[in-house]
């Protein structure tokens, strides 16, 4: 989903954008892995949550900044984690 609103701070009459997204997929294996645990069949899902602020400086200069966090839970716990990230730059269209 993204949102659109008034410049708040720079009073550049472009709008601002702020974009939300979340992605789940789910996955199941055929078989257990001998290797891993025999007795086990692999099961996971795996959650991405993005917050993205974009911020144009003009028509062709915009600033962003994401936020973004993924978790994987799993039936086997040597393949669950979680991770959090923050990127951000500047883009220029030509």
């Known amino acids: 989903m993204s949102f659109r609103f008034v410049d708040p ?23 257990p ?3 891993i645990d025999p ?27 994401t936020g973004a966090r993924f978790v994987r839970s799993s039936a086997l716990p040597n393949y669950a984690f979680s991770n959090d990230s923050v990127m951000f730059g500047v883009g220029w269209r030509f």
């Not at 009073?11 to 954008?17: R, S």
């Not at 692999?42 to 028509?59: C, E, V």
């Open 39 to 65: 007795n086990t069949m692999r099961q996971q899902t795996d959650t991405i949550a993005n917050l993205t602020l974009a911020i144009p400086f003009d028509d062709r200069t915009t600033f962003s900044v």
């Open 9 to 31: 701070f720079l009073k550049t009459t472009l709008p601002w954008n702020v974009t939300v997204s979340v992605t789940e997929n789910w996955w199941a294996y055929d078989a």
């Open 33 to 35: 892995d001998t290797q």
